[in-house]
C-alpha cells in the first residue's frame, strides 16, 4: 500500500470518527492495523472497542452513567491516537521524506531516550565551551536533541518531564528555544497533547525569546488542528492562560505579526520591481551631480539648494516608503536575504530555529569583533537573515574582513546609540518586535528551506485564528475585532476580512463603516449581489 493510498484510508476514517460512525471506524481500524501487522495497535483498537461495547449496553440496559460523554470523547481521543501512530507506522519504511528519514536514522542507532539526551546536555552545558571543535561537538548534540524532540511520538509523561526540565535549567537560551522550535515541528506532524501543554509552559517562561516562540508555536499547531477538537486539558489550561493580562496583548501581536505575512510576496514584488530601482537610477543620477558640484556629502546635506534637489528627485519619497513599510512590521529583507539561503548552514532544520547567537563554530574567529556582538542587536532583521549576513562575511577573505571591521569598530559606538533611538526597548515593544522576528524566521524556512514541500505550511494563504473555535473567547473584543480585520483588508485578504467585519458586526451592530468595508470586500470577490445588499 502506498502513501496516497494509507492516507486516503485515513483521512476516511477521520471523516468517520468526526461524524460519530464508531462502528465502521473500528472496522476499518482494524482491518488497516492488521494488514500492517501492527498488532499490539490492533490490541489498542480492540480494548476501546470493549470499551465502547459496555457504554452501549448500559445504555441500553437505561443505567444512568454520568460519565458516559467523558468516555465517549476518551474513546475518540484514543482512536484518533492509535490511527496517528498506525499511519506513522506504515509510512516510516519506505517514505523518503526528511521527517521518516530522520525518525529511521534514530531507530537504527537506538537513540530514542528524551530524558537521556536532555541530561545529556544539561552536564555538558554546566562546562564552559572552549575552541571551535568544542563549539561543533555541541552543536552536533543540539542537531541530535531537535531531532529527537521533533520526531518523538507521542510524547510520554517522562518525555514530558524531561522537556519541562530542560526549559527550567541553566542552559543557554538558544537551546530551550531550539526545542521549543523542535516541539513546534512535530506538533505540526501529529497532534500531541502533550506537545501543547509544553509550549503553554514554555509561554510562562521569563526568558522572553523562549515565551514568544512557544506562542507563535501555540498558535499554528491550534490552527492546525481547527477543525479537530482539542484535548478538555489543553483547553483547561488555555482557559488559565487567560488570567495573564499579558496573555491578550501576546495574542493580538502574533496575531497580526502572522497575518502579515500573507502581503509579503507582493511586498516582496514591489521592493524588487519599483523601490529598489527607482532608488538606484536616482541615486546614480544625484551620485553624478556630486561628483560634478565637486562637494562631499555632508557638505551637499547642509546645502538647502540640495536638500531641496533631494525632494524632487523622489528619492527621499522612496527611502521614506521603504521606512513604513519596514516599521509597520512589513518583510522588506525577504527579497535579499532569500539569496543567501544556500549555505550549508541552512541544510540543517534545526539551524533555522536557533536564535542569533555568536557562540556558534561557523564565525569563532570573528566572535570577538565588536561588530559581531552589535549584529545581534540589529532592528528589523531576523536571526535568520543575521546568520546569513554572518556567513556571507565569512566567505570574505581574512584581510579584506579585517579591514572592514576595523572601519566599523570606530562607529559602533554611534550606531549602538542609533538603534537605542530608534528600537522600542519597552516591555511590549520588545516582545511585539521579538515575535516580528521569529514570525520572519519561521517564514523564510517554510519558504525558502531545500525541502520546504515536505511539511505543512502555515503561510500558504489560509492563516486566519478567527476561525480557531479554541480561541473564540479571545476574539469578542471590538477594538481588537476591527484592528484583525483592517490588517487582512488593508493585504487585500478580501474573504478572512469579510468574515472578522461580520463578526464584528454581530457583536458591536449595525455601523455604516462596516457595511461599506464589506461591501467593497464582496466587489473584490466577484459578490456584486452581496456587495449591493452591504
Not at 84 to 90: A, E, G, I, T
Not at 472 to 492: H, N, Q, W
Request: aromatic share 10%.
Amino acid at each position: 500500500m502506498n502513501k496516497k493510498e494509507i492516507l486516503q484510508i485515513s483521512n476516511s476514517i477521520k471523516q468517520q470518527l468526526n461524524s460519530g460512525m464508531l462502528y465502521d471506524a473500528f472496522m476499518a481500524m482494524r482491518q488497516l492495523s492488521e494488514q500492517a501487522m501492527t498488532f499490539g495497535i490492533t490490541e489498542k483498537i480492540k480494548q476501546c472497542e470493549q470499551t465502547y461495547a459496555y457504554m452501549l449496553r448500559y445504555m441500553a440496559q437505561g443505567s444512568e452513567d454520568p460519565s458516559r460523554a467523558d468516555v465517549y470523547r476518551s474513546i475518540i481521543q484514543q482512536l484518533r491516537q492509535l490511527l496517528d501512530l498506525l499511519v506513522r507506522s506504515m509510512l516510516t519504511p519506505e517514505t523518503p521524506t526528511l521527517y521518516y528519514n530522520v525518525l529511521r536514522t534514530l531507530s537504527l542507532r537506538g537513540e530514542d531516550n528524551v530524558a537521556r539526551e536532555v541530561q545529556t546536555y544539561i552536564n555538558l552545558s554546566e562546562m564552559p565551551a572552549g575552541d571551535a571543535g568544542e563549539l561543533r561537538h555541541r552543536e552536533t548534540l543540539q542537531r541530535r536533541l531537535f531531532d529527537l524532540l521533533w520526531v518523538q511520538f507521542p510524547f510520554s509523561v517522562a518525555d514530558e518531564a524531561s522537556v519541562r526540565l530542560l526549559l527550567v535549567s541553566d542552559v543557554p537560551s538558544e537551546v530551550k528555544c531550539l526545542a521549543v522550535g523542535a516541539i513546534t515541528m512535530g506538533l505540526l506532524e501529529f497532534y500531541d497533547s502533550r506537545r501543547f501543554t509544553l509550549l503553554i509552559d514554555a509561554y510562562q517562561s521569563p526568558d522572553s525569546q523562549v515565551s514568544v516562540r512557544a506562542l507563535v508555536g501555540l498558535l499554528i499547531g491550534l490552527f492546525r488542528y481547527r477543525n479537530r477538537r482539542i484535548d478538555a486539558e489543553v483547553l483547561t489550561r488555555l482557559d488559565l492562560l487567560r488570567d495573564n493580562p499579558q496573555w491578550s496583548k501576546d495574542l493580538t501581536a502574533a496575531f497580526g505579526e502572522l497575518a502579515r505575512t500573507r502581503d509579503t510576496e507582493r511586498l516582496t514584488r514591489q521592493i524588487n520591481e519599483e523601490v529598489l530601482p527607482d532608488l538606484m537610477k536616482r541615486g546614480r543620477d544625484l551620485a553624478d551631480r556630486f561628483r560634478d558640484s565637486g562637494l562631499s556629502p555632508e557638505d551637499a546635506m547642509e546645502n538647502p539648494e540640495w536638500e531641496e534637489l533631494l525632494e524632487q528627485s523622489g528619492l527621499n519619497d522612496k527611502i521614506r516608503r521603504f521606512s513604513e513599510i519596514q516599521e509597520s512590521g512589513g518583510d522588506v529583507y525577504m527579497a535579499t536575504f532569500s539569496q543567501l539561503k544556500q549555505f550549508p548552514f541552512f541544510n540543517e532544520i534545526a539551524n533555522w530555529f536557533v536564535p542569533f547567537t555568536i557562540r556558534r563554530s561557523e564565525f569563532a574567529d570573528m566572535a570577538d569583533s565588536p561588530v559581531v556582538a552589535l549584529m545581534g542587536r540589529a532592528p528589523y532583521m531576523c536571526d535568520s537573515d543575521k546568520y546569513s549576513m554572518m556567513l556571507s562575511i565569512g566567505m570574505m577573505p581574512e584581510s579584506q574582513r579585517n579591514a572592514m571591521f576595523g572601519q566599523l569598530s570606530q562607529q559602533v559606538e554611534q550606531v549602538r546609540e542609533a538603534m537605542e533611538h530608534t528600537t522600542d526597548t519597552t516591555g511590549d515593544g520588545s516582545r511585539r518586535s521579538q515575535i516580528n522576528s521569529y514570525v520572519l524566521d519561521l517564514y523564510r524556512f517554510f519558504k525558502l528551506f531545500r525541502r520546504k514541500g515536505e511539511f505543512f505550511n502555515p503561510f500558504d494563504g489560509t492563516f486566519n485564528l478567527i476561525r480557531v473555535s479554541a480561541l473564540a473567547s479571545d476574539f469578542t473584543d471590538p477594538e481588537v475585532l476591527r484592528a484583525m480585520a483592517e490588517v487582512y483588508f488593508k493585504i487585500g485578504a478580501w474573504s478572512d476580512a469579510l468574515y472578522i467585519f461580520g463578526k464584528l458586526a454581530e457583536i458591536d451592530g449595525p455601523q455604516a463603516d462596516v457595511y461599506q468595508k464589506c461591501g467593497y470586500c464582496c466587489e473584490r470577490q466577484g459578490k456584486w449581489n452581496e456587495a449591493l445588499d452591504f
